[in-house]
């Protein structure tokens, strides 16, 4: 039976709400990295309209940085949605915690 099923795996532990909430924190760093270099592209590009004179050079220019605005702005949600899970996260673990405090509190009660 073992060829043909195969044998179960290990399982890992998941992780933790305070791993879980690092992770997410690590991705949102990264993504904060990527918005900071999307930014000095937009200052150059900002630089390179007022130096060029009105015509296809500038709108191509334009273009450019509009392209680079919308990934930013991609960023910016990701950015967001990041930060949202994280704040989620934290909440499941502050009331886990206030769940676990009240039951020490009732066994407390009622040793005495």
Same mark, same amino acid.
Request: aromatic content about 6%; hydrophobic content about 35%; overall charge positive.
């Given at each position: 039976?073992?060829?043909?099923?195969?044998?179960?795996?290990?399982?890992?532990?998941?992780?933790?709400?305070?791993?879980?909430?690092?992770?997410?924190?690590?991705?949102?760093?990264?993504?904060?990295?990527?918005?900071?270099?999307?930014?000095?592209?937009? /200052?150059?590009?900002? &630089?390179? @309209? !007022?130096?060029?004179?009105?015509?296809?050079?500038?709108?191509? %220019? +334009?273009?450019?940085?509009?392209?680079?605005?919308?990934?930013?702005?991609?960023?910016?949600?990701?950015?967001?949605?990041?930060?949202?899970?994280?704040?989620?996260?934290?909440?499941? /673990?502050?009331?886990? &915690?206030? @769940? !676990?405090?009240?039951?020490?509190?009732?066994?407390?009660?009622? %040793? +005495?």
């Amino acid at each position: 039976m073992k060829k043909v099923f195969g044998v179960k795996k290990d399982k890992t532990p998941p992780p933790s709400l305070n791993e879980a909430s690092d992770r997410i924190n690590k991705r949102g760093e990264s993504v904060e990295e990527k918005i900071k270099r999307l930014d000095g592209e937009l /200052a150059k590009y900002k &630089e390179q @309209i !007022k130096r060029t004179r009105p015509g296809p050079a500038q709108e191509a %220019v +334009k273009a450019r940085a509009m392209r680079i605005l919308k990934q930013k702005r991609m960023y910016e949600g990701q950015r967001d949605m990041l930060y949202n899970q994280t704040f989620n996260l934290d909440q499941v /673990a502050f009331a886990s &915690e206030g @769940i !676990k405090d009240a039951q020490q509190t009732v066994c407390f009660i009622i %040793v +005495k």
